[in-house]
Every structure is written in C-alpha cells, then in structure tokens.
C-alpha cells in the first residue's frame, strides 16, 4: 500500500533531525582537527582534501541525488565547518550578484566573509594585503577568450593560484519592466557586452552600449532609469530588483567562464596533488627563429599534456612576448618535474603561476 503524503512527511522530518545530529557530530570533529591545525600551524583551508571528499562521496554515489548537486551540498556542509575556526575571506568583483560571487560560493560556499571590489586590481590589491586571504579572478571565457586583465596582474602579482571553478555563464537582459521597447542604453561589463553583440545587433539595434565596471553595477544602474537595461545574472536581478526582460541572450549556448582562485604562497602553499592536476605558467623565449617550437620539445619529449597556450605582448616595444602555458599534471609527479626543469632552462623569463586540482 502506498504511503499517504503525512507519513511520508513524518519519516522526512525524522530523517531531518538525524541529519541535524550527524551534521552537528561532523562539525565537533571539524572543530577538533581545527583545532591540531592551529596547533601546528597548519592551513585550515585545503582545496586538495576538500576535492577528494567530495570525489570520494561521488564514487559511492547510488542515486537519486547527482553527483553535482552532491558536490553542491558538501561543498556548503564543509564551508560551515571551516566557519567555526574562522570563515575564509575572499575577494571578488563586486556588487552582490556578479558572478564573481557565483564563482565564490561554487568555491568556498556560502560561509565565507565577502570582500566587494570594484575591480580586478582591486580584488589583487586586497589578496596581496591581506585585507582578504583569497581571491577570485575571471581568467577565461569559452567565446572571448582570456581575461587579458588578470592575465596581466598574475605577471608581476606575489599571488599565486590554488584552484579553479568554472560554470556555464547565462546572461540576461534585465530592467524595470518586462519589455524590450524603449530602451536608449544597455549597461554590462564589456566582457559581457561582447558576448552578446550578435543579440543586441539584432533585438536593440539603436541602444547605446555602455560599458560598467561589473554587470551587478550595470544593474544597479539600470534600476535607476526606465530606459536603461543590463545584461547580468538573475541573482543580480533579484538584487536590485529588475525583471527578466530577456532570457539567456549569450551568443554562445555553452558559454563558460573560468576562474582563478588566488593568495599568497604564506596563505596556502601550492595544493598536493589530487591525480587531476594543472600547472599553470608564465614564459617567455629569446626572439629568435625557433624558439617557441623549442618551448614544446620537453613537453613532447617527457609526455606531458598542454590544455592552453595563449600569448601576451611584453609591452617592452621589442615585439617581444609572453607565453601562458597551462600543463596537465603536478610537479610532484617525476615526468612533470623532469619536463618543467628542461622547459626553465630554455626560457629568458619563467614563473609558475600555480598548481591546482582542475575542476570538473
């Protein structure tokens, strides 16, 4: 016989409270190993252990819950723990709502203490002084390519990056009424506005585009003039309390964003490896016939992966340039190590930017 809707309601409320006592037994132990890692100085936030807990929890995943909506609520039960020694603070782009803060929560959970900026320099400005611990940077998007600003700052920056977290990006249109007639100016940031020219080519050929700090600050600005828009998240829509004028208006269905996490090498040392692992370089070679094709033999030679080779101007008026180079693997790992050594001695400037656990 099948259960009616209050006994099922009643086995729920008592799963409930033994959910409430196994979280609270968790976070006793959490506050206990908290408490050796004071002891012995020790960081209390470590991505690397925190990832595999939660690849663990996912290997002995049945169902019915998906392994990414399993990955969400550990993320936010260790996020709580970490919370009781000291919640970690982070840096990001603000205002509330940008996804900057999205990249945030899907990284350290809703526990962290915000720290808003106003800019990527000030979000490396704020890490680096250690008005926050960590900070989360944009570094790439699947339709614009790199974010040439932290790209920039991660050359001459103390920082170093720890992990990374990326999801698909939806941008909205958003105002203060549901329509698309009459709008005179369209406020993003221009990252943003470049990802969805073809859309406003089509549907607000005659609105001035008009860049903003952060597309949470286009909102905000867009509540305050009827015929001004934004293209932001719907976070950012409830924040200041626009409509959804337009949904999903990216050029790119699967547009994706990739962010840094970044701190300083005393915060947090350089995470252990986790098997899935990423090593993240700045270089740059002598200019001569030859010499980028000579940056890859090592590669080549000890078998290891590159995932992303982008270069930047030098800026020194000699036609001279950086090369962003992202390897798969760890140092730790002897091939790596063997292929990173050989790689060093060929280049006229080299910098580990990091080694993170790649995110899924």
């Given amino acids: 016989m099948a259960k009616t809707l209050p006994e099922l309601r009643t086995q729920i409320d008592a799963l409930d409270l033994e959910l409430l006592a196994l979280l609270n037994q968790r976070a006793t132990l ?14 209390v936030f470590r991505p690397d252990r925190e990832t595999q807990v939660i690849a663990n929890l996912q290997s002995h995943n049945k169902g019915p819950l998906k392994d990414q909506s399993l990955g969400l609520i550990w993320r936010e039960i260790m996020s709580a723990c970490r919370a009781l020694e000291a919640p970690q603070r982070v840096a990001y782009l603000g205002p509330a709502g940008t996804f900057s803060e999205q990249a945030a929560i899907q990284f350290f959970g809703g526990s962290m203490s915000r720290v808003l900026c106003v800019s990527i320099d000030e979000v490396f400005r704020a890490t680096a002084a250690g008005s926050a611990e ?3 940077v944009p570094i790439e998007n699947s339709s614009e390519g790199v974010i040439s600003r932290s790209l920039d700052l991660l050359l ?14 939806r941008h909205n249109l958003l105002r203060l009424e549901p329509s698309l007639h009459n709008i005179e100016a369209v406020y993003a940031h221009p990252q943003a506005l470049a990802q969805c020219q073809d859309w406003l080519t089509t549907h607000l050929p005659n609105a001035e585009r008009r860049a903003a700090a952060s597309n949470s600050e286009g909102a905000r600005l867009a509540a305050t003039n009827p015929a001004w828009a934004a293209i932001a998240s719907e976070r950012a829509g409830s924040e200041f309390g626009l409509h959804i004028a337009s949904y999903a208006i990216q050029d790119d269905a699967f547009n994706r964003t990739r962010f840094a996490i970044i701190c300083l090498p005393q915060t947090l040392a350089a995470p252990q490896a986790t098997g899935n692992d990423c090593v993240s370089l700045i270089v740059s070679v002598t200019n001569r016939p030859g010499a980028v094709h000579d940056l890859l033999v090592p590669l080549k030679k000890h078998g290891v992966s590159m995932t992303r080779f982008e270069s930047r101007p030098a800026r020194s008026g000699q036609w001279e340039y950086y090369f962003y180079i992202d390897l798969q693997g760890h140092p730790s790992q002897p091939h790596v190590a063997a292929a990173l050594e050989e790689l060093r001695s060929l280049c006229a400037f080299y910098k580990v930017l990091g080694t993170y656990p790649v995110s899924e």
């Fill in 134 to 136: 960590f900070g989360v």
């Fill in 30 to 43: 959490a506050h206990e190993v908290g408490e050796i890692k004071r002891i012995d100085g020790s960081a």
């Fill in 156 to 169: 001459n920056s103390p920082l170093h990056i720890i992990g990374e977290t990326s999801f698909l990006v």
